[in-house]
């Protein structure tokens, strides 16, 4: 199947084309024939799998059909994003997507100043791409009417749910129209996204283009059986030995994050931190640097886990565990996206054995252990389990990332060599804020 079979209007064909796409991923397949009819989607797909594009194409093209709004316009298509990464991504999607059209849109996300955001608004627009606690908060000042929406997507549902949302969602749906399209996307499904895709959509097309809460086959997956205070050591060496240029690091904790920055560094690797204490300029100047080669590792909280887009990214490091055995699916789909191969590296310690057990258990398989690590070997096997806990609702979870692990890592021994500069990778962002 090709682009031009699924009905999309020719604006949007071209701007497809000149994006360098010719055939529609599996979930795009499936996805863009039922918006287009005007069915709600519940859709599952892991991340990397087009899905982005699988709702802003058929959506732009509905836009496209109906007359223009005279000014001030109400939004007509609203879609909610957990973070603010993943909304400046879906942002730039629709921007990308409907370089041709005529339409307005904005994304609404808070840690930046709210006065733009309101001046936006007040000229109207016909999308907003929004994280749930702004876009309350600029409802609550009576700047954005969400009582014409026709459109609403809830995307990375999951994860909203996880940051505790749910009372967010439930508050914004009042504000919304009875009649209106629904359309759920989810990387991984549980009992609450069922309970809210039973609430939120209307006789929905099921589409899951892949095993439920699993990892993408193009991702190699390993795992270091290692003590703890050699984890850094070893991931300098792994960096510098193999000349690395560019992976992702993801710890468990914000301060955590700036202490292995600071260690790597010290080590003659090129590094940036990304975490939620991090301004939003801070933020986007660290992502920037990474896929534009500046840095070879960024190291990150769960909080880069969803929503960043980085082309041919080749490998993913997990220095620590995930306590949610979902959120390692959503860490390692940030390479093996769109068919591209990428290796996923865990580095797990005797304490965190219980939480590589969910993993197994959630994934139906074990992972590899590398038998070689050049240090002392850790059997995980023999390694004592923790009774897992009680799986933490959405604002437990959130609190529970927040928490510091309390160790200190030592500082290791000799620096690792210095990894090659990384190739230019920057991705391609659309002239303009506005159409």
Known sequence: MRFDELGLAEPLLRAVAEAGYTTPTPIQQQAIPAILAGRDVLAGARTGTGKTAGFTLPLLHLLAGQPILPKPKPPRVLILTPTRELTQQVYESVLGYGRYLPFFAEAIYGGVSIRPQIQKLSRGTDIVIATPGRLLDLRAQDCVDLSRVEYLVLDEADRMLDLGFIRDIRKILGFLPPKR??????????????????QLLHNPLEIAVAARNSAAETVEQRVYPIKRENKRELLSYLIGSQRWRQVLVFVRTKHGADRLCQQLLRDGVRCAALHGDKSQGARLRALQMFKDGEVTALVATDVAARGLDIDLLPFVVNY??????????????????????????????????????????????????????????????????????????GGQRKAQARGEAGRNQRP?????????????????KPGNSRH
């Not at 399209?181 to 039973?198: D, H, K, P, R, V």
């Not at 398989?365 to 850790?378: A, C, F, L, S």
Request: hydrophobic share 40%.
């Open 181 to 198: 399209q629904n359309l759920l996307f989810s990387a991984t499904y549980s009992a609450e996204i069922s309970a809210l895709a039973g």
């Open 320 to 393: 620590d565990l995930p306590q949610v055995a979902e959120d390692y699916v959503h860490r390692i789909g940030r390479t093996g996206r769109a068919g591209a191969e990428g290796q996923a590296i865990s580095l797990v310690d005797a304490e965190e054995a219980y939480l590589l057990a969910a993993i197994e258990k959630l994934l139906g398989k074990t992972i590899p252990r590398v038998k070689d690590t050049g240090y002392e070997r850790v059997d995980l096997s023999e390694a004592v389990k923790k009774p897992a806990a009680a799986k933490p609702a």
């Open 412 to 428: 290791g021994a000799k620096p690792a060599a210095r990894p090659g500069r990384g190739r230019n990778e920057k991705t391609k």
